[in-house]
Nanobody
Framework: QVRLVESGGGLVQAGGSLRLSCAASGMIFSINAMGWYRQAPGKQRELVAAIISGGSTNYEDSVKGRFTISRDNAKNTMYLQMNSLKPEDTAVYYC???????????????WGQGTQVTVSS
């Protein structure tokens, strides 16, 4: 059974930093892509940053230059380093992973349980 476990959320003052982690476990053949989404109260879930198997990354415009996504392939773990945090970054952050399973014969998308990030002004 595949699981995505997030950690690292919390409360921080504006201008501060947090580092989120997402560890994927289970019978994973390969990771095609991973990403972080966030959802603020009353708003739709949005993509914050993503990283594909080759290492290419992309970011939502409002976080460019402040957030950095990275991955440790050996640990099947993804990170999101968030610097210069703003109150508008407050949201539940979700880990997302596009995984190949069963020796590459099957592919599925998984979500983590979410971790709360709150930035106070």
């Amino acid at each position: 059974q595949v699981r995505l476990v997030e950690s690292g959320g919390g409360l921080v003052q504006a201008g501060g930093s947090l580092r989120l982690s997402c560890a994927a476990s289970g019978m994973i053949f390969s990771i095609n892509a991973m990403g972080w989404y966030r959802q603020a109260p009353g708003k739709q879930r949005e993509l914050v940053a993503a990283i594909i198997s080759g290492g290419s990354t992309n970011y939502e415009d409002s976080v460019k230059g402040r957030f950095t996504i990275s991955r440790d392939n050996a640990k099947n773990t993804m990170y999101l380093q968030m610097n210069s945090l703003k109150p508008e970054d407050t949201a539940v952050y979700y880990c997302n992973a596009d995984l190949s399973l069963d020796w590459g014969t099957r592919r599925n998308v998984y979500w983590g349980q979410g971790t709360q990030v709150t930035v106070s002004s």
